[in-house]
């Protein structure tokens, strides 16, 4: 059974702060990606990784930075918090292309005061 | 790019109702197509995946319909149950970057029994 995993599973901010997400996978996947969950927009793709040291960005990067430092983790970076980016955060895994069935973690929940 | 409408936002049904929630695509050269089911604070569960070659899947009380030329992916809960209550996504590969999943925006499914 895939396993991701994420942490913080909760996190309060100020605004200007300085926030890194983790995620975690252990099924050898290639693929990494960070969503974010806002009512109304469904999940929108943040940054995605096909492999270690490689990023690409997806829909709405502009705030976030992300690395993916092994085939394992992959970390989202928020380096001056605002509160537009209080959100649910998702990290995701799947073995190949994102048609590919996608394993999801657990979520973080991030306030931004 | 690709762009993708969920209805209904919300729906009620009682226990043992049917219940349909549809997404349309923009994109006729879409080929991959997936429901997810996310329970209050989980993350997103992957339900069922169909390629463009197929018109109908069932499993385990879910049919997926895909009308492609309308460009119409449904989901039909049959004899739903109060376990069923959940957030479902659709979500459909964006053909012009293979890399890329376009999500609905959710529908939240209320099972009363």
């Known amino acids: 059974e895939a396993a991701v995993t994420q942490s913080p599973r909760n996190k309060v901010t100020v605004t200007g702060g300085n926030v890194t997400l983790s995620c975690r996978q252990t099924?050898?996947?290639?693929?990494m990606y960070w969503y974010r969950q806002d009512t109304g927009h469904g999940l929108r793709l943040i940054h995605y990784?096909?492999?270690?040291?490689?990023?690409q960005i997806g829909d709405v990067p502009d705030g976030y930075k992300a690395t993916r430092t092994t085939q394992e983790d992959f970390f989202l970076l928020l380096e001056l918090a605002s509160p537009s980016q209080t959100s649910l955060y998702f990290c995701?895994?799947?073995?190949?292309?994102?048609?590919?069935?996608?394993?999801f973690g657990p979520g973080t929940r991030l306030l931004v005061l | 790019g690709e762009q993708v409408e969920q209805r209904p936002p919300h729906l009620s049904v009682r226990e043992g109702d049917s219940a349909i929630i549809i997404c349309t695509y923009t994109?006729?050269?879409?080929?991959?197509f997936s429901w997810y089911k996310q329970e209050a604070g989980a993350g997103l569960q992957l339900l069922m995946s169909?390629?463009?070659?197929?018109d109908r899947k069932e499993e385990q009380g879910l049919t997926v319909l895909l009308n492609k030329k309308d460009k119409r992916l449904s989901l039909n809960l049959t004899a739903a149950h109060p376990g069923d209550s959940a957030v479902y996504f659709c979500?459909?590969?964006?053909?012009?970057?293979?890399?890329?999943?376009?999500f609905g925006t959710g529908t939240r499914l209320q099972v009363s029994p």
């Open positions: 995701a895994s799947s073995d190949a292309w994102m048609q590919d069935t996608q394993y």
């Open positions: 099924n050898s996947h290639n693929y």
């Open positions: 990784s096909y492999g270690a040291g490689n990023l």
């Open positions: 994109d006729s050269a879409t080929a991959y």
């Open positions: 169909v390629l463009s070659n197929v």
């Open positions: 979500a459909v590969s964006e053909p012009s970057n293979t890399d890329k999943v376009v």
